[in-house]
């Protein structure tokens, strides 16, 4: 129907290039912040649990004091043996973790950073470059640096890929980079530094052997988890959580969402962007319905029905919002670029949130025409006569 | 055949209540199919509402309308978008659409008819203005047109669809003397070629040679046929 009939709404829409162009550009503003700010939000939900995300393991245990994975409270390491008592256990690895301080080889600023200690025989991490530099940790003051850091930590990896010893000081005890990793950051620190558990107690000395942060279990293969889980939990009792590792992220994220207000601020910008799209929208519908009451009468009085004019507006909105959804998606990838870089955040044009800005448009658009139709009331075509 | 418009005692009132004024008193007119009828009379004597409500665009309060066979009095508002498919309107202004083209313009009359292909209604919409002249200036949206081309573009639009009556309302008030006359010349000439009756509300007397009837209105009421 829409090729066979002459499409009024697109004719009328286009026949002025500079309103076309001024109506777009609303709506290109209105799916750009859209996007911005459903790609913070996403990614500093996604950065908080970046490193959980690494974890190896089948179960975890925590404190039950501990709220963020990245702020762990201690518990004796001795509370491992328990887990080990069960048949389907095959190993407990004890994991050391603590935010330090890292100055920043080149300009000297200190900036706080995540240090991971694990057993030399068994990282904890699955990450990419762990498998290659993680031998080469088993030295006095060694450790694997996270280059998806902020730039704030100095480029240690072009130094270092640029084949130069990198070194730095972490709590004022200078350790050497001795491989890179790609793990990601949250909100805590601005980089991650991955060593064994022996130069992790260096470098905090008032950590002790016994004291551990997190619980790795490992488990048969072909082992019910679940079954286990349930088990260790009764175990444990309330010394100590089990969770499984999609727990542990689902309880960083909400503890997210619970305590700081970031979904609240990027849900406000969001709400701002559709509100501005609609405006603007509405008003270009508006405009164009009001200059031509008397040709729509016209339309009436020559026998097309009022739905058929309710069809022609909302039309027109709809191709505003599919108009602007294009360059707007294009620019979003061209910023996300940008803001990866200077955030480190994990920024992706993904198809979910595609479709949830394009989802988001389409409403705002179609809202506005709704509101703008009732302005076609006054076309009354017994009053052109 | 029967007459392209046939009212009987037809009475029409605005407001309501003590605001109640009305404008037509007892109004009977029949309109033969063919024939070219120009209804005459001082501003607000109830023409333009007689021709609104022949034209299906008002509901008949009172009397009888029938236009084209259709029973007005009786129909309700989708029976009076049918019947108006099949009648063509020409205004005192041409109301155009500014961002449609002469041939678009006059294509959008005939999209109203679905048996009429893309194709098809392209052809004859460039064949209508030809008919009025306009076979040079298909393309050209109305703001690029002159007043007469403009009206002689409306009736094209109103004629596309060959329709049985044409109703029109001043067609020559936005116009100079002459082409005011030369657009009617074509209007009459058309809808005898097309054998359609026409209804003119006017107040040109340079145009009424033209009529086969003139009707005389004044407060509401026919006062005499000539």
Redesign the interface.
């Given at each position: 129907m829409f090729f066979?009939?002459?499409p009024?709404a697109w004719?009328?829409l286009t026949?002025s290039k500079a309103k076309f162009f001024a109506a777009v550009t609303g709506v290109v503003v209105a799916v750009l912040l859209m996007w911005m700010q459903l790609g913070f939000l996403d990614a500093l939900y996604r950065s908080a649990t970046s490193v959980t995300n690494h974890l190896t393991g089948d179960l975890v245990l925590i404190s039950p004091h501990t709220k963020e994975f990245a702020r762990p409270e201690s518990f004796p390491r001795r509370l491992l043996g328990r887990a080990l008592g069960h048949p389907d256990v095959v190993a407990v690895h004890p994991f050391y973790e603590a935010t330090g301080k890292w100055q920043n080889p080149w300009t000297g600023e200190k900036r706080p950073i995540l240090v991971f200690g694990m057993p030399p025989d068994e990282p904890l991490f699955d990450a990419q470059g762990l498998a290659e530099g993680w031998s080469k940790t088993n030295v006095a003051d060694a450790g694997l640096f996270d280059v998806v850091c902020r730039p704030s930590l100095g480029n240690v990896a072009k130094h270092f890929h640029a084949g130069e010893t990198v070194t730095a000081e972490i709590n004022n005890r200078r350790v050497t980079i001795v491989g890179t990793v790609r793990i990601g950051v949250g909100f805590q620190a601005d980089g991650n530094f991955v060593t064994t558990d022996a130069n992790f107690l260096r470098l905090f000395p008032d950590r002790q052997a016994s004291a551990i942060d997190v619980g790795v279990i490992e488990l048969r293969p072909g082992a019910d988890r679940l079954a286990v889980q349930m088990a260790l939990r009764q175990a444990y009792g309330r010394e100590l959580k089990v969770q499984t590792p999609e727990e542990l992220i689902a309880a960083e994220l909400k503890f997210l969402q619970d305590n700081a207000p970031i979904g609240f601020v990027f849900t406000m910008g969001v709400i701002v962007g559709c509100f501005i799209g609609f405006a603007i929208v509405y008003q270009v519908l508006f405009t164009d319905i009001s200059s031509?009451l008397?040709?729509y009468?016209?339309?009436?009085?020559?026998?097309?029905?009022d739905g058929y004019l309710v069809k022609t507006v909302l039309q027109a909105a709809l191709i505003l919002a599919f108009c602007g959804y294009i360059p707007g998606t294009i620019l979003a990838a061209g910023l996300y670029e940008i803001g990866k870089r200077a955030t480190m955040l994990p920024m992706d044009l993904s198809l979910h949130r595609g479709a949830q800005v394009f989802g988001l448009s389409l409403a705002m658009c179609f809202l506005s025409g709704l509101v703008a139709v009732r302005r076609l009331r006054s076309a009354d075509?017994?009053e052109?006569? | 055949m029967p007459d392209a418009i046939d009212v009987h005692d037809l009475n029409y009132s605005f407001g309501e209540g003590d605001l109640r004024k009305q404008v037509l008193y007892d109004v009977s007119l029949t309109v033969q199919t063919g024939s070219v009828v120009i209804l005459m009379g001082p501003s607000g004597c109830g023409k333009?509402t007689l021709?609104?409500l022949v034209?299906g665009?008002?509901t008949v309060q009172s009397g009888q309308v029938d236009v084209l066979g259709h029973d007005l009095d009786a129909a309700g508002p989708t029976e009076l978008?049918?019947v108006?498919?099949h009648?063509g309107?020409v205004?005192?202004?041409h109301?155009?659409?500014?961002?449609?083209t002469a041939q678009?313009n006059v294509?959008?009359?005939l999209?109203?008819h679905p048996e009429v292909d893309?194709v098809t209604r392209r052809r004859r919409a460039q064949e209508m203005l030809k008919v009025v002249g306009l076979g040079d200036r298909m393309n050209y949206y109305p703001a690029a047109l002159s007043g007469g081309q403009r009206q002689r573009v409306s009736i094209a639009?109103a004629l596309v669809a060959q329709p049985q009556l044409i109703l029109a309302?001043e067609p020559t008030a936005a116009l100079d003397s002459t082409s005011g006359r030369q657009v009617v010349e074509l209007l009459q000439r058309l809808a005898k070629e097309q054998g359609a009756a026409v209804l003119m509300?006017t107040h040109d007397n340079r145009i009424l040679d033209l009529a086969d009837r003139i009707v005389q209105m004044e407060d509401g009421r026919i006062q005499k046929e000539t």
């Open positions: 066979r009939d002459i009024l004719l009328q026949h031509h008397p040709q009468a016209t339309l009436k009085a020559m026998g097309y029905s075509p017994a052109i006569f | 333009t021709l609104t034209g665009l008002r978008v049918a108006r498919r009648i309107f205004f005192q202004l109301n155009l659409l500014d961002f449609l678009q294509e959008m009359s999209q109203l893309p639009r309302d509300v």
